[in-house]
């Protein structure tokens, strides 16, 4: 039995995190596991990076074509022509694998409908015809007008894990999908990490000079585009949150961490180097250079509080046991950690507005001191339902290796 996995980006944390407790969580059944990769980064990057997650021990074989995905509109032509019109397709199709798994997150949605999601999901109605096809902790959803039809005709044949109560009502309530092809889940993300429990804690945060709770996260987007309407308004908010954080509250540091780094033109590591060479007199620990998924979950959730506009940062933070306040651009903020988790009043709906007038500052300091005051209750509510996620996120490993599994005895069409 050989499995491929689709990813869309390494040095990603999130992603890197549910590649890495997927493929950790399957069985020996599974068999050989491979991974296919958007050409962002090089191939050599890509296999590097994909095969330190295991600490080179699984030797994955990585399928990633030899271009970059670049800036200019010519670069974007290339690309697609490549990589979705001759070398996804070709690899897909391969004989070589009878399972296909498309790794979660919420790529299935009309909030990064592009042409190369269109061709995805024709992709996904062609190969489910001659392979079992799996999607995994994923958000399905919202699509408006044809792109709901169009999703509704595409996603008909695969097996799908939702991560969210919602993702599962849209599915089968709005798509139309059938019950028994569409699971409820979770995100994968909220399982234990490889060594998570072996890894020294203090070594990592000492390697930073943080003090166990003595710090604040903040984890600024490199999605600016969902947030605000131009760039420029966006940092600058961050800047005037950084320093309120740094006025109002000294006794804790500052850290600004970077979740993804690719592709480039979105990295969060790009908008924290903008703002700290606008607050150099403002001191902060700048985690900005890529370090593994590990001791990026580990800094988020041995912190005081995270305040973050990327949605794996929140999980991270809240699997270790920390507190979270989450800048929504999607429903997936209210599906997980509002519904799921049970913190709505951690989550803060992001609007041009706020940023461009820069009441984001007087919204991040309101939900910071409602932690403050509520901290004990919220840790233990977070806590009891992140033991419900994990025992989720596991139970969907499990189906879909039942269902693989039956699938080649032939007692699943």
Known sequence: MRALIRIWNVFNYGEEMMLTTLVSSFSKKIGSISVIHSPNVSFEDAEGRINALFENKLNLKVHSPKIILQKSLLSYLIYYFIYYLLYLPRILLRNTYNIIIYLGGDVFSEYYFNPGLFMELAYLKLIS???KVFLIG????PFTGWKRKFARFFLREPFISVRDDWSYSYAVDTLGLAPDTVFR??????????RQHSQDYSSVLGKYGLRDRRYIVLVPSGLWMKYAEDF???YEAWIHVIRALHDRY?????VLLAHVHNPSYVSDAYVIRHIASSTPDVPMVLIHDVISPLEARIILGRSFLTITGRMHAAISTLQLGGIAVAISYSIKYDAILGERIGIPQLIIKSTPDLWESGKIVDEILNKIEYCRSNYMSIKKTIRLNVLKEKRRALSQV???????IKSLEGDVK
């Open 398 to 404: 499990h189906w879909i290796e039942r269902r693989i």
């Open 185 to 194: 889940g979770s995100d994968l993300a909220f399982l234990d990490l490889p």
């Open 232 to 234: 420029d308004k966006y």
């Open 129 to 131: 015809r001659r392979k």
């Open 250 to 254: 000294p006794q804790y540091d500052i």
């Open 138 to 141: 994923q958000t399905i959803g």
